[in-house]
């Protein structure tokens, strides 16, 4: 089974950074597409980010501009570098696999204060 583990989420103020990390476990990771997800309450989950294993990326229209995501293969790990963050961006970050999800990890919250 497919596990993720994320960390980085914080509380931070409107304009503000932040960078999540996420350590996958299990097989494949590195063939695997990889995705950011979002989830704020009362509402459904969505893809922000995504990352190709050869490092391709991938943006909802959202956060383009102002979220960079990356993955180091040999680490196992992928990154979300949040810049420029706005209350509306207030949720609880997942990562896992896009297109073939595994197992939901517990996520990060991210609070932008507003």
């Known amino acids: 089974q497919v596990q993720f583990v994320e960390s980085g989420g914080g509380l931070v103020q409107p304009g503000g950074s932040l960078r999540l990390s996420c350590t996958g476990s299990g097989s494949s990771f590195n063939i695997y597409p990889m995705g950011w997800y979002r989830q704020a309450p009362g509402k459904q989950r969505e893809l922000v980010a995504v990352v190709t294993s050869g490092g391709s990326t991938n943006y909802a229209d959202s956060v383009k501009g102002r979220f960079t995501i990356s993955r180091d293969n040999v680490a196992r790990k992928v990154f979300l570098q949040m810049n420029s963050l706005k209350p509306e961006d207030t949720a609880r970050y997942y990562c896992?696999?896009?297109?073939?999800?595994?197992?939901w990890g517990q996520g990060t919250q991210v609070t932008v204060s507003s």
């Open positions: 896992n696999r896009q297109g073939r999800l595994g197992d």
